[in-house]
């Protein structure tokens, strides 16, 4: 059964930072890109990163540029979200996905986690 598990999330205050985790089991997943959502209450998941199979490219929705990293081990089958500078609109619930290419839409994702929550206090 393949499984994408998230942790990592939490309670944490405006300025700080989370390191978000994606363990795949199941299948390997060194050649599918891989990507970030998240879903906050009342609104639709977004895309938040993807990268690329081999990690050399990696792309962001504009308003998490500069302060979070998406990267990929391919040999522990983990993909990772580190987030800085975490602010208030940063709250949702953040999902790992799998992908046959780098892309935005969650429709073209064929595997999902259950997600994570992260919080952001102000």
């Known amino acids: 059964q393949v499984q994408l598990v998230e942790s990592g999330g939490g309670l944490v205050q405006a300025g700080g930072s989370l390191r978000l985790s994606c363990a795949a089991s199941?299948?390997?997943?060194?050649?599918?890109?891989m990507g970030w959502f998240r879903q906050a209450p009342g609104k639709e998941r977004e895309f938040v990163a993807s990268?690329?199979?081999?990690?050399?490219?990696?792309y962001y929705t504009d308003s998490v540029k500069g302060r979070f990293t998406i990267s990929k081990d391919n040999a522990k089958n983990t993909v990772f979200l580190q987030m800085n500078s975490l602010k208030p609109e940063d709250t949702a619930v953040y999902y790992c996905?799998?992908?046959?290419?780098?892309?935005?839409?969650?429709?073209?994702?064929?595997?999902w986690g259950q997600g994570t929550q992260v919080t952001v206090s102000s």
């Open positions: 199941g299948r390997t997943f060194s050649n599918n890109a």
């Open positions: 990268i690329n199979w081999s990690g050399s490219n990696t």
């Open positions: 996905a799998a992908s046959d290419y780098t892309n935005t839409r969650p429709y073209e994702y064929h595997y």
